[in-house]
Protein backbone atom coordinates (compact mmCIF):
# COMPACT_ATOMS: atom_id res chain seq x y z
CA UNK A 1 0.00 0.00 0.00
CA UNK A 2 1.60 2.86 -1.03
CA UNK A 3 1.36 6.18 1.36
CA UNK A 4 1.56 9.76 -0.22
CA UNK A 5 2.28 12.71 2.18
CA UNK A 6 0.65 15.98 0.36
CA UNK A 7 -0.49 19.16 1.55
CA UNK A 8 -3.83 19.91 3.12
CA UNK A 9 -5.82 19.90 -0.15
CA UNK A 10 -3.87 17.38 -1.80
CA UNK A 11 -2.59 19.43 -4.60
CA UNK A 12 1.64 19.08 -3.94
CA UNK A 13 3.37 15.92 -3.13
CA UNK A 14 6.17 15.95 -0.66
CA UNK A 15 7.07 12.56 -0.53
CA UNK A 16 6.08 8.95 -1.53
CA UNK A 17 6.28 5.18 0.02
CA UNK A 18 6.41 2.70 -1.85
CA UNK A 19 7.24 -1.45 -1.35
CA UNK A 20 10.91 -2.30 -2.75
CA UNK A 21 11.84 -4.91 -4.81
CA UNK A 22 9.99 -4.07 -8.44
CA UNK A 23 11.37 -5.68 -11.03
CA UNK A 24 12.75 -4.97 -14.23
CA UNK A 25 13.18 -1.00 -12.75
CA UNK A 26 16.33 -0.32 -13.81
CA UNK A 27 16.24 -1.67 -17.90
CA UNK A 28 12.99 0.02 -17.73
CA UNK A 29 14.18 3.35 -16.34
CA UNK A 30 17.41 3.30 -18.83
CA UNK A 31 15.15 2.60 -21.69
CA UNK A 32 12.69 5.34 -20.72
CA UNK A 33 15.53 7.89 -20.39
CA UNK A 34 17.03 6.97 -23.85
CA UNK A 35 13.03 6.51 -25.60
CA UNK A 36 13.04 10.95 -25.17
CA UNK A 37 15.65 10.63 -27.91
CA UNK A 38 14.07 8.54 -30.38
CA UNK A 39 10.79 7.50 -32.18
CA UNK A 40 9.68 5.33 -29.56
CA UNK A 41 9.39 8.86 -27.06
CA UNK A 42 7.78 10.95 -30.08
CA UNK A 43 5.22 8.20 -30.05
CA UNK A 44 4.49 8.80 -26.65
CA UNK A 45 3.92 12.11 -26.95
CA UNK A 46 1.49 11.82 -30.15
CA UNK A 47 -0.44 9.02 -28.51
CA UNK A 48 -0.96 10.80 -24.74
CA UNK A 49 -2.38 14.10 -27.09
CA UNK A 50 -4.06 11.91 -29.51
CA UNK A 51 -5.95 9.63 -26.87
CA UNK A 52 -6.84 12.81 -24.33
CA UNK A 53 -8.56 14.50 -27.12
CA UNK A 54 -10.40 11.43 -28.44
CA UNK A 55 -11.73 11.36 -24.33
CA UNK A 56 -12.94 14.71 -24.86
CA UNK A 57 -14.98 14.36 -28.13
CA UNK A 58 -16.36 10.95 -26.22
CA UNK A 59 -17.10 13.04 -22.76
CA UNK A 60 -19.10 15.64 -25.10
CA UNK A 61 -21.10 12.39 -26.90
CA UNK A 62 -21.84 11.65 -23.52
CA UNK A 63 -22.89 14.82 -22.54
CA UNK A 64 -25.10 15.02 -25.85
CA UNK A 65 -26.69 11.72 -25.97
CA UNK A 66 -30.05 12.31 -23.61
CA UNK A 67 -30.04 16.32 -24.64
CA UNK A 68 -31.32 15.46 -28.13
CA UNK A 69 -34.57 15.58 -27.41
CA UNK A 70 -34.72 17.47 -24.27
CA UNK A 71 -32.56 20.22 -24.98
CA UNK A 72 -32.19 20.55 -28.42
CA UNK A 73 -30.22 24.24 -28.30
CA UNK A 74 -27.49 22.75 -25.91
CA UNK A 75 -27.34 19.50 -27.79
CA UNK A 76 -26.60 21.58 -31.07
CA UNK A 77 -24.05 23.32 -29.62
CA UNK A 78 -22.64 20.32 -28.16
CA UNK A 79 -22.29 18.82 -31.44
CA UNK A 80 -20.62 21.78 -33.05
CA UNK A 81 -17.97 21.73 -30.17
CA UNK A 82 -17.14 17.73 -30.35
CA UNK A 83 -16.50 18.22 -34.25
CA UNK A 84 -14.25 21.34 -33.66
CA UNK A 85 -12.53 19.20 -31.14
CA UNK A 86 -12.06 16.23 -33.17
CA UNK A 87 -11.30 18.26 -35.98
CA UNK A 88 -7.76 18.65 -33.92
CA UNK A 89 -7.24 15.06 -34.92
CA UNK A 90 -6.36 15.75 -38.23
CA UNK A 91 -3.65 17.68 -37.17
CA UNK A 92 -1.74 15.15 -34.90
CA UNK A 93 -2.29 13.01 -38.15
CA UNK A 94 -1.21 15.61 -40.61
CA UNK A 95 1.75 16.23 -39.01
CA UNK A 96 5.49 15.08 -39.54
CA UNK A 97 8.29 15.90 -36.56
CA UNK A 98 11.41 14.83 -36.07
CA UNK A 99 11.81 14.74 -32.53
CA UNK A 100 9.71 15.58 -29.26
CA UNK A 101 11.42 19.24 -28.56
CA UNK A 102 10.30 19.93 -32.48
CA UNK A 103 6.90 18.71 -31.49
CA UNK A 104 6.72 19.43 -28.26
CA UNK A 105 5.23 23.52 -29.02
CA UNK A 106 2.42 22.28 -31.69
CA UNK A 107 1.40 19.45 -29.50
CA UNK A 108 0.55 21.69 -27.00
CA UNK A 109 -0.60 24.58 -29.40
CA UNK A 110 -3.29 21.42 -30.60
CA UNK A 111 -3.81 20.48 -27.35
CA UNK A 112 -4.67 23.46 -25.81
CA UNK A 113 -6.97 24.91 -28.70
CA UNK A 114 -9.03 21.42 -28.05
CA UNK A 115 -9.12 21.95 -24.85
CA UNK A 116 -10.70 25.62 -25.27
CA UNK A 117 -13.49 24.20 -27.16
CA UNK A 118 -13.78 21.18 -25.18
CA UNK A 119 -13.99 23.31 -22.19
CA UNK A 120 -16.75 25.84 -23.51
CA UNK A 121 -18.73 22.98 -24.90
CA UNK A 122 -18.76 21.73 -21.22
CA UNK A 123 -19.90 25.58 -19.81
CA UNK A 124 -23.25 25.01 -21.87
CA UNK A 125 -24.49 21.98 -19.29
CA UNK A 126 -22.97 23.73 -16.07
CA UNK A 127 -26.62 25.12 -14.12
CA UNK A 128 -26.24 29.04 -14.55
CA UNK A 129 -26.45 29.22 -10.69
CA UNK A 130 -23.19 28.31 -10.61
CA UNK A 131 -21.69 31.16 -12.57
CA UNK A 132 -18.57 29.31 -13.70
CA UNK A 133 -16.72 31.26 -15.07
CA UNK A 134 -14.83 28.13 -17.68
CA UNK A 135 -11.30 26.23 -16.76
CA UNK A 136 -9.27 27.54 -14.36
CA UNK A 137 -6.39 25.34 -13.31
CA UNK A 138 -4.29 26.03 -10.04
CA UNK A 139 -5.39 28.58 -7.68
CA UNK A 140 -8.66 28.11 -8.84
CA UNK A 141 -11.19 29.16 -6.09
CA UNK A 142 -14.93 28.64 -7.68
CA UNK A 143 -16.25 25.28 -6.62
CA UNK A 144 -16.08 23.46 -10.17
CA UNK A 145 -12.73 23.93 -10.91
CA UNK A 146 -11.78 23.64 -7.42
CA UNK A 147 -13.22 20.09 -7.92
CA UNK A 148 -11.86 19.57 -10.82
CA UNK A 149 -8.24 20.14 -9.52
CA UNK A 150 -8.22 18.06 -6.62
CA UNK A 151 -9.94 15.40 -8.50
CA UNK A 152 -6.81 15.64 -10.72
CA UNK A 153 -4.56 15.04 -7.77
CA UNK A 154 -6.01 12.15 -6.18
CA UNK A 155 -6.09 10.91 -10.01
CA UNK A 156 -2.09 11.85 -10.41
CA UNK A 157 -1.18 9.79 -7.09
CA UNK A 158 -2.81 6.47 -8.99
CA UNK A 159 -1.16 7.16 -12.30
CA UNK A 160 2.05 7.94 -10.38
CA UNK A 161 1.75 4.66 -8.11
CA UNK A 162 1.04 2.89 -11.35
CA UNK A 163 4.42 4.32 -13.11
CA UNK A 164 6.55 3.40 -10.28
CA UNK A 165 5.05 0.07 -10.00
CA UNK A 166 5.26 -0.47 -13.50
CA UNK A 167 9.37 0.52 -13.17
CA UNK A 168 9.17 3.71 -15.13
CA UNK A 169 10.89 6.88 -13.21
CA UNK A 170 7.33 9.10 -12.82
CA UNK A 171 9.79 12.46 -13.47
CA UNK A 172 11.20 11.70 -16.83
CA UNK A 173 8.21 12.49 -19.15
CA UNK A 174 8.13 12.82 -22.70
CA UNK A 175 5.51 16.11 -23.71
CA UNK A 176 5.93 17.65 -20.25
CA UNK A 177 9.33 19.26 -20.15
CA UNK A 178 11.64 18.46 -17.12
CA UNK A 179 11.99 20.58 -13.94
CA UNK A 180 12.79 19.94 -10.62
CA UNK A 181 10.64 18.12 -8.69
CA UNK A 182 7.79 18.04 -11.56
CA UNK A 183 6.42 14.75 -12.08
CA UNK A 184 6.70 15.15 -15.74
CA UNK A 185 5.66 11.25 -16.83
CA UNK A 186 2.65 11.41 -14.29
CA UNK A 187 1.62 14.32 -16.27
CA UNK A 188 1.83 12.89 -19.68
CA UNK A 189 0.00 9.58 -19.00
CA UNK A 190 -2.49 11.64 -16.39
CA UNK A 191 -3.73 12.69 -20.24
CA UNK A 192 -5.24 9.66 -20.94
CA UNK A 193 -7.42 9.56 -18.12
CA UNK A 194 -8.59 12.68 -16.95
CA UNK A 195 -11.89 12.74 -18.51
CA UNK A 196 -13.48 9.06 -18.00
CA UNK A 197 -12.01 9.20 -14.04
CA UNK A 198 -12.53 12.92 -13.25
CA UNK A 199 -14.59 15.13 -15.58
CA UNK A 200 -17.41 12.36 -16.31
CA UNK A 201 -17.44 11.96 -12.21
CA UNK A 202 -17.74 15.58 -11.00
CA UNK A 203 -19.96 16.41 -14.38
CA UNK A 204 -22.26 13.84 -13.34
CA UNK A 205 -22.42 14.94 -9.39
CA UNK A 206 -22.74 18.60 -10.17
CA UNK A 207 -26.07 17.48 -12.56
CA UNK A 208 -27.06 15.77 -10.10
CA UNK A 209 -27.04 18.85 -8.04
CA UNK A 210 -24.66 17.67 -5.57
CA UNK A 211 -23.19 20.40 -3.38
CA UNK A 212 -19.62 22.09 -3.66
CA UNK A 213 -19.08 23.96 -0.98
CA UNK A 214 -16.26 26.09 -0.73
CA UNK A 215 -15.12 27.94 2.70
CA UNK A 216 -14.54 31.69 2.63
CA UNK A 217 -10.98 31.12 2.23
CA UNK A 218 -11.64 29.82 -1.00
CA UNK A 219 -10.87 26.17 -0.55
CA UNK A 220 -13.40 22.93 -0.66
CA UNK A 221 -14.90 22.04 2.70
CA UNK A 222 -13.65 19.25 4.55
CA UNK A 223 -17.21 17.25 3.59
CA UNK A 224 -17.21 18.41 0.00
CA UNK A 225 -13.37 16.95 -0.57
CA UNK A 226 -14.50 13.53 1.34
CA UNK A 227 -17.45 13.50 -1.21
CA UNK A 228 -15.45 14.18 -4.34
CA UNK A 229 -12.99 11.67 -2.89
CA UNK A 230 -15.40 8.80 -2.34
CA UNK A 231 -16.99 9.16 -5.55
CA UNK A 232 -13.85 9.43 -7.37
CA UNK A 233 -12.16 6.34 -6.19
CA UNK A 234 -15.03 4.61 -6.21
CA UNK A 235 -15.41 5.54 -9.91
CA UNK A 236 -11.99 3.98 -10.23
CA UNK A 237 -11.90 1.00 -8.30
CA UNK A 238 -15.75 0.28 -8.98
CA UNK A 239 -16.77 0.86 -12.47
CA UNK A 240 -16.02 -1.32 -15.33
CA UNK A 241 -15.66 -1.77 -18.70
CA UNK A 242 -14.52 -3.89 -21.69
CA UNK A 243 -10.56 -3.41 -22.23
CA UNK A 244 -8.60 -5.57 -24.21
CA UNK A 245 -11.16 -8.31 -24.26
CA UNK A 246 -12.22 -8.33 -20.92
CA UNK A 247 -13.90 -6.18 -18.26
CA UNK A 248 -11.56 -4.32 -15.91
CA UNK A 249 -11.65 -1.39 -13.54
CA UNK A 250 -10.40 2.18 -14.36
CA UNK A 251 -7.14 1.04 -11.65
CA UNK A 252 -6.12 -2.25 -13.58
CA UNK A 253 -6.39 -0.39 -17.23
CA UNK A 254 -4.55 2.85 -15.55
CA UNK A 255 -1.82 -0.25 -14.69
CA UNK A 256 -1.74 -2.04 -17.58
CA UNK A 257 -1.06 0.81 -19.56
CA UNK A 258 1.55 1.72 -17.68
CA UNK A 259 3.27 -1.65 -17.93
CA UNK A 260 2.57 -1.08 -21.95
CA UNK A 261 4.27 1.69 -21.84
CA UNK A 262 6.81 -0.28 -20.03
CA UNK A 263 7.49 -2.53 -22.48
CA UNK A 264 6.88 -0.17 -25.23
CA UNK A 265 10.23 2.10 -24.44
CA UNK A 266 12.60 -1.29 -23.91
CA UNK A 267 11.20 -2.46 -27.40
CA UNK A 268 9.41 -5.77 -26.67
CA UNK A 269 5.99 -4.00 -27.68
CA UNK A 270 5.54 -2.73 -31.40
CA UNK A 271 3.40 -0.23 -30.21
CA UNK A 272 1.38 2.08 -27.46
CA UNK A 273 -1.60 2.89 -27.59
CA UNK A 274 -3.55 5.24 -25.39
CA UNK A 275 -6.57 4.52 -23.36
CA UNK A 276 -9.84 5.39 -24.70
CA UNK A 277 -12.74 5.86 -22.75
CA UNK A 278 -16.49 3.58 -23.78
CA UNK A 279 -18.85 6.01 -23.74
Known amino acids: IPIHIVNGVG ?89 IDAARPALLSIEGRAAKNYWEAVKQIIPAEMNWPGRRGRGARDPLNSALNYGYAILARIVEQAAVCAGLDPFAGFIHVDRPGKPSLTLD ?22 ALEVLENGMLSDETRRGLAEKIVAHIEQGTERYEGKKHNLREIIQTQARHLATFVRGDRPVYEGYVMKW
Not at 70 to 94: C, I, R
Not at 189 to 210: C, P
Open 11 to 99: LSQGAALYAAGFGGTVQTRRAQLLAYGDAHGLALARAFTQAKITNQVNILKYLGKNRKTSDPATYKVLKQKEQDVADHLNELDASKWSS
Open 189 to 210: LIEEFRQSAVDRTILGMVGNHM
